[in-house]
């Protein structure tokens, strides 16, 4: 009896590998088919010469507008990330005031409103790096173009990026002061290079559970939104001469994405060994 049950049991796991490569077989085809398909359209409708010429007006207009308001654009960026990131901090502190005396639900609530507080801070934070090195480069690339613009200008705007990245870096050491002042067992000094290690070591196992899950969606996040801006960078690049630059650096992330999830499986399980 036992023999014929695994039996069926090996039967039914073949059909389903079978099942599996062809439902992975068709899926291939129904994309690279509709891919192409959409690619001989929209080559046909001639519509890429009109996107080209409405992209290249769109990038002018941006260009010129940049040139002209750089100091402005500039200010506000930095402003924004200051008034964001101290309006995060203020409510993270006043949140912490009440979960002193919090019972055990209205606690992991309030817990909850402070990491929503600083992840908005942490988000708005890059956002304002990312913004500022992107005025930085448009106005580099409307300068060399209209060498009129004064080189004063570039001058100014990239004080004033070191400025608002000192301030982000600043910010953050706050945020870890708070976290910590919140939570007294939380170690780490977060100018030291074994920040992220002390501080995963000092966490709960209930934490730990909470970043590896944060990380593992992560990595499955990446995993489909750098192939996804590798083909679209390509495709950029082959319809608007967008560079290849774009198409390399996408790929080496994605390649290095992948090569340090690897590696860090494989040193993770030879520890395991040798403790074993």
Known sequence: MAWQTQRAWRKKMEKNKKHTYLHYALLFLLFTGGGAA?????????????????????????????GENMILLMVLDVAMAVILGELSLSRMKKLSVLLEGAED????????????AGSVGIIGSQIAIVA??????????????????????????????????????????????????????????????????????SCDEAEKMLIYQSSYRTYCFMSVLLPFLTVVTMLGHLFYNTGLLAIFVVGFLWIAMVSAYCYFCTVSRKRKLNRD
């Open 105 to 116: 639900e209205e606690a992991d609530r309030l817990e909850y409103k402070i990491e929503k």
């Open 132 to 201: 500022g090195i992107i005025l930085v480069a448009l106005w580099y690339s409307d300068f060399s173009r209209n060498p009129g613009n004064k080189e004063s200008i570039v001058l100014a705007g990239a004080v004033l990026l070191i400025a608002g990245c000192f301030y982000q870096g600043f910010w953050q050491v706050r945020y870890v002061k708070l976290i910590q002042k919140m939570e007294p067992a939380k170690k780490g000094d977060p100018t030291s290079m074994k920040f992220q290690k002390q501080w995963l070591e």
């Open 38 to 66: 959409a690619g001989a359209a929209f080559s046909a409708s001639g519509i890429e010469i009109y996107i080209s010429g409405s992209m290249a007006a769109a990038g002018d207009v941006i260009l010129k507008g940049v």
